[in-house]
């Protein structure tokens, strides 16, 4: 591919990729997309992939979706920008955000619409700090997440994300705090039981609350299950053992529902597939079917009031986006929660499941795969050298990269996580979609680990 006007080199010259194994660029070229039809995109090549990673989580509803297109179309020629500023804002924020309440698990709330799900995060710090130095309580600045957990890129995003790449950024920012990760096949001790691993999990918790003063603790925030960690469900009881001790300190919970909200784990929300109740929640991507950019952090009764009191007693909550609460992304969200929430949706994803994971779990039959974990319709499946002793294959090796690329080549997409090869279809997926995912993800693995044996 030396031909300086193939797209793969014009994408080179000009273009910077983000969270790209730029070996694999180097050696492939980037895959230039123009259009898709259902679960598939194409590109430039005219060449068709299954995306089993729903583009990032959040093309749930396809990459042709004509009733999404046609709400977007239909506000593009009614009101087709507009601001939340002033005391100004589109009915179509007004009805959103009734709406975002309405199928929250919150019997009444409010909502602050930012671009992206960092933005939602940085949003949800900021009316953190705001309202804890409010109504002469000590200002709380303290964040606490776990290592693994992924919750975005801008400074604070990243800082509460528990990634050992944030370090060449000099992230954490100060009072971030990680504990560890609630996945109990790598993390529990050898002869600790589930449950003792999660007992631990919440002592750490306890500790932690002692060494740092509860009165320094902002909030805990929590994906229901990480996503971008690797799809790690938490260990058994993790969050009914999590959330006593941050109600005994007054520390709120948070669910970064980014990617769990709306349907992915099986529930309308994560926490509510793990039977646990959040002051907050944190919303993007199905919010718009992946078709606006656009994040929410939707705020419980108690932290809504807080935040309300706290804004009166200034006269103004000073924060926004030009483009908090845009109309087109709006009218588009509308339409994406009705889809999502529809019967027709809703059994899909009900009728998918048992058979995703079934495919899931004869997958992980092979002797190189260590396990599989997931929730709903996100899974992985974990690649190691030696599946007693959960030995991973040696870095050098890039054993998930290889087994995503081999699938590109059969015309599949799924997304390498550490040793992991995570898959998270869309809803609309058909019985024959679903088989042609694993086929091809099963000859991928067959060629790879041949490679690597
Ligand atoms: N929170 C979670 C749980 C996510 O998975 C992501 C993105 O994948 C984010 C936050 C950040 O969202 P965005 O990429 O829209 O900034």
Same mark, same amino acid.
């Not at 964040?143 to 950024?169: E, L, Q, W």
């Not at 929730?375 to 995503?404: C, H, W, Y």
């Given at each position: ?205 306890? #500790?932690? @609350?002692?060494?740092?003063? !509860?009165?320094? &603790?902002?909030? /805990?925030? =929590?994906?229901?299950?990480?996503? *971008? ?113 529809? #019967?027709? @949706?809703?059994?899909?994803? !009900?009728?998918? &499941?048992?058979? /995703?994971? =079934?495919?899931?779990?004869?997958? *992980? ?89």
């Amino acid at each position: 591919e030396t031909n300086p006007n193939s797209w793969e080199a014009r994408a080179d010259a000009h273009s910077f990729y983000g969270f790209t194994d730029l070996p694999t660029i180097a050696d492939r070229g980037a895959t230039i997309v123009t259009s898709g039809h259902g679960p598939y995109i194409t590109d430039v090549h005219g060449r068709d992939y299954l995306d089993a990673n729903s583009g990032l989580w959040n093309m749930v509803l396809g990459f042709d979706n004509k009733e999404l297109a046609e709400a977007a179309k239909a506000q593009y020629d009614t009101l087709p920008g507009y601001h939340a500023f002033f005391g100004r804002m589109s009915d179509q924020a007004v009805m959103l955000s009734e709406k975002l309440i309405e199928v929250s698990p919150f019997s009444d709330g409010k909502v602050f619409y930012t671009n992206s799900g960092s933005e939602a995060n940085d949003t949800l710090v900021k009316m953190l700090w705001f309202l804890w130095g409010a109504e002469g309580q000590p200002q709380r600045r303290k964040i606490i997440t776990r290592k693994n957990a992924y919750h975005g890129v801008t400074a604070v995003s990243a800082s509460m994300t528990g990634k050992p790449y944030n370090s060449v950024f000099g992230l954490p920012m100060d009072g971030f705090l990680h504990l560890t990760c609630p996945h109990y096949w790598r993390e529990g001790k050898d002869g600790e039981s589930e449950a003792e691993f999660t007992a631990r999990m919440g002592q750490e918790l306890e #500790d932690m @609350i002692a060494r740092e003063g !509860a009165d320094t &603790i902002a909030a /805990f925030v =929590a994906e229901p299950v990480m996503g *971008a960690g690797g799809v790690i469900p938490p260990s058994e009881g993790y969050f009914q053992t999590i959330q006593p001790i941050l109600q005994k300190h007054g520390i709120p919970l948070i669910s970064d529902e980014v990617i769990c909200g709306f349907g992915r784990t099986g529930s309308d929300w994560g926490c509510q597939s793990y039977g646990f109740m959040p002051d907050a929640i944190i919303s993007s991507k199905v919010l718009t079917a992946g078709l606006f950019p656009m994040g929410a952090v939707i705020l419980g009764p108690e932290l809504s009031d807080r935040l309300t009191r706290a804004s009166e007693a200034i006269e103004e909550f000073p924060h926004g986006f030009t483009a908090s609460g845009h109309p087109v992304g709006c009218a588009i969200a509308l339409k994406a929660i009705e889809m999502v929430m529809s #019967d027709e @949706i809703k059994g899909n994803i !009900a009728r998918l &499941i048992p058979q /995703f994971e =079934a495919g899931m779990a004869r997958l *992980a039959e092979k002797k190189n795969i260590g396990e599989w974990r997931g929730r709903g319709l996100m899974g992985a499946l974990e690649a190691v050298q030696d599946k007693a002793t959960k030995t991973p294959f040696p870095g050098n090796l890039s054993v998930s990269e290889r087994i995503a690329n081999a699938c590109t080549d059969q015309g599949l997409i799924c997304r390498p996580l550490g040793q992991s090869i995570v898959l998270a279809p869309p809803f609309i997926l058909t019985d024959e979609q679903l088989a042609e995912m694993f086929d091809k993800l099963e000859a991928a693995l067959d060629k790879v680990f041949a490679e690597v044996a």
